[in-house]
């Protein structure tokens, strides 16, 4: 893993010089004379830790720090102090210092307070992460299967965990390619640090390079304060680069390089960062096919396929099915404060005969209405949503479009009406419900079409 770095700001090199011979065991040390010499480091480089004299030529130190919590709020200081210049430094500390440090100082008392300070950094780093991810964590984490297919990746995930390679995840979507990467990470050596997701079809096209590498103040217009990039801010974890088939050749490029070199430049930036991070990608659009037409580059398709893992759809698991509707029913009969206890044996088989093109994804969200709308214990077949129950109906509608409107209208709700009353094997008044009319309308319509 990459040495902190602490920046020693004295005018007297004999102080600087003595800081060095007790940091350089542990950290990197970059000193300095003056604030302004303080300051073009700062935007230059990566620092984790300032030791400030707070007197200094030129700049004072309080002014000094005002400025670098201006440049980076999140950068811890410590203020060095002679005796006589305690009060100063107390007051300074109302202006965010981390901590002062009395001249003279014992070696262990220093090296203490710099692990304190940057501790205190690295979590605030994790602690940011820690809530967005809690949302979605909680039990929401748990990989539910028992098909050969899913027994067959868990291995997979917890062989690959232990290592550091590449992986690159594929799958339709909703599949849970995420789920899987989070389980990689989880299962390994480096679950205690953070797990970064971005998402470069989410954030916008001249802002995703900032995303992944961040930037320093004023590298271009609005970049107000330096910013870290997911890539900094995954260091000695993992980073999830998700749908990375939407990624424009430019940052294919970059991140090429990144995976090659092991090394970064925030936009702005002048220095290389080193980086120690897992890289995770995934993507629901083949690559392969993207590199054959041109449109993903070749090298870069190597370097992320280290390790293949291909989650399969859930149609092609559906065994599992009544697992995943036991586990959601539960997820959310808890979250509605609901007591749900399960599928009929008829809706369970109507969900296993669908086909899900949106996968786990679409039945939790199925799963999560019928719980919010049941007003019972057992959820039947007519509290499915209809499009679960016809899927075909997009057919019907193209196959009557040559009709006039009203004729179309009417052949479509002809054989709605036909396909649920086929599912509810005829009982005409649970076709009722479930198509939202009345009894007595339904009867009317199969006289009218003489299909009763
Ligand atoms: N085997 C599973 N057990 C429990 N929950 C699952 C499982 N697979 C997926 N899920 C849930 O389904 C949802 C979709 O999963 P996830 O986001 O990982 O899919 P994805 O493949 O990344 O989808 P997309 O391609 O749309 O981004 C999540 O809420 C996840 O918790
Ligand atoms: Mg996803």
């Known amino acids: 893993m990459a040495r902190p770095v602490i920046l020693v700001v004295d005018d007297d090199s004999g102080v600087r010089e003595s800081f060095r011979l007790i940091l350089e065991d542990h950290y990197e040390v970059i000193d300095v004379p003056d604030g302004p010499q303080a300051l073009d480091v700062l935007r230059a480089s990566q620092v984790d830790l300032v030791l400030l004299d707070i007197r200094l030529p030129e700049m004072d130190g309080i002014e000094v720090l005002e400025r670098i919590k201006a440049i980076d709020e999140g950068l811890e200081v410590i203020l060095v102090t002679a005796v ?3 009060r100063t430094a107390v007051a300074a500390m109302k ?35 820690l809530r967005g991810e809690l949302a979605r964590a909680r039990d929401f984490e748990e990989i539910v299967g028992t098909h050969p297919a899913m027994q067959k990746l868990f291995r997979l995930i917890g062989q690959v965990a232990r290592t550091t390679a590449t992986v690159l995840v594929t799958g339709e979507s909703g599949t849970g390619k995420e789920l899987i990467a ?20 989410a954030v916008a096209e001249t802002l995703i390079e900032s995303e992944l590498f961040g930037h320093e103040k004023g590298a271009f217009t609005g970049a107000y304060q330096r910013k870290l990039g997911k890539l900094e801010l995954a260091q000695g974890g993992s980073l999830f680069l998700d749908e990375i088939g939407m990624l424009k050749a430019e940052l294919q490029a970059k991140l090429l390089r990144v995976l090659q070199e092991r090394e970064i430049e925030r936009v702005g930036g002048t220095r290389a960062i080193k980086i120690d991070v897992r890289v995770i990608a995934a993507t629901n659009v083949d690559l392969k096919q993207a590199v054959a037409r041109g449109a993903f580059r070749e090298d870069l398709y190597y370097r992320l396929n280290v390790v293949p893992i291909e989650v399969p759809p859930l149609r092609e698991r559906i065994e599992d099915l009544p697992l995943l509707v036991e586990h959601f029913v539960r997820q959310y009969g808890q979250q509605f404060g609901k007591r749900v206890q399960g599928l009929s044996p008829e809706a369970l088989t109507a969900l296993s005969e669908y086909r899900w093109p ?41 196959k009557a479009d040559r009709l006039p409107l009203k004729d179309a209208t009417e052949a479509f709700e002809h054989q709605i009406v036909l396909q649920v009353l086929e599912r509810v094997k005829g009982n005409q008044s649970e076709a009722a419900r479930i198509l939202g009319v009345h009894r007595n309308s339904l009867k009317r319509l199969l006289e009218r079409w003489g299909s009763e």
């Open 358 to 398: 949106g996968n786990v994804r679409e039945l939790q969200n199925v799963v999560e209405r019928c719980v919010v709308l049941a007003d019972g214990p057992l959820i039947g077949l007519n509290d499915l949503p209809l499009d679960v129950l016809l899927p075909d109906h997009r057919l019907l509608v193209r």
């Open 95 to 129: 202006l965010g210092a981390f901590d002062y440090l009395t001249k003279p100082f014992e070696e262990d008392e220093l090296l203490a307070l710099c692990r304190r300070a940057l501790e205190k950094r690295s979590l605030e780093r994790e602690v940011t992460f």
């Open 182 to 201: 989070r389980a990689i990470h989880r299962q390994g050596p480096r679950r205690d640090k953070p797990f970064v997701p971005v998402n470069p079809a």
């Open 84 to 86: 006589k210049t305690v």
